[in-house]
T-cell receptor, first 112, second 114 residues
């Protein structure tokens, strides 16, 4: 079955450094991958979408890459700030269905 | 626009009690979803709807029922609550069926079943 995997261990980094989160997928080739941010006690909020034919997508301090050979997407936050602390989810929606598949998310903590 | 709203925010139930969670969206979206989120399990789809009057089962539908009588509302019912249904429930919506379309989430309902 289609599966998205994210590192369940929390990632702690120092303020100002670049945070890199990983999303791996198995048993399928998504045409799009989405990244969401979730703060404690709140619903996920959409951040970025990357298409399979895009190697890289940027939005302000955020960068997402998509490597179809490795079956992996990387999510980078440059010049990280304590306000970036949250759980980040990757997700995929299969063409032809209405369902989304979410990873379990990786919790990021940026230390001041 | 309020986006996606959920009622109630928090509820405590005893085993065997019933309740209905209400989701409302004011974005005229066709597609609506109910998820539950448990530690280490991520978001799991319970039921979804592709339009007014239609519903379909997701990944974990047992013990839940849904209705979409109006386009803007999607109700999730628990007929006889069980402790295993203790979770945080999120409603979401999306405008179309395109795979690049993102979802818009509500703030969640925290449910505790004793």
């Amino acid at each position: 079955s289609q599966k998205i995997e994210q590192n369940s261990e929390a990632l702690n980094i120092q303020e100002g450094k670049t945070a890199t989160l990983t999303c791996n997928y198995t048993n399928y080739s998504p045409a799009y991958l989405q990244w969401y941010r979730q703060d404690p006690g709140r619903g996920p909020v959409f951040l970025l979408l990357i298409r399979e034919n895009e190697k890289e997508k940027r939005k302000e301090r955020l960068k997402v890459t998509f490597d179809t050979t490795l079956k992996q997407s990387l999510f980078h936050i440059t010049a990280s700030q304590p306000a970036d602390s949250a759980t980040y989810l990757c997700a995929h929606r299969t063409s032809g269905t209405y369902k989304y598949i979410f990873g379990t998310g990786t919790r990021l903590k940026v230390l001041a | 626009n309020a986006g996606v709203t959920q009622t109630p925010k928090f509820r405590v139930l005893k085993t065997g009690q019933s309740m209905t969670l209400l989701c409302a969206q004011d974005m005229n979206h066709e597609y609506m979803y109910w998820y539950r989120q448990d530690p280490g399990m991520g978001l799991r789809l319970i039921h979804y709807s592709v339009g007014e009057g239609t519903t379909a089962k997701g990944e974990v539908p047992d013990g839940y029922n849904v209705s979409r009588l109006k386009k803007q509302n999607f109700l999730l019912g628990l007929e006889s609550a069980a402790p295993s249904q203790t979770s945080v429930y999120f409603c979401a919506s999306s405008p179309t069926a395109r795979p690049q379309e993102s979802q818009y989430f509500g703030p969640g309902t925290r449910l505790l079943v004793l």
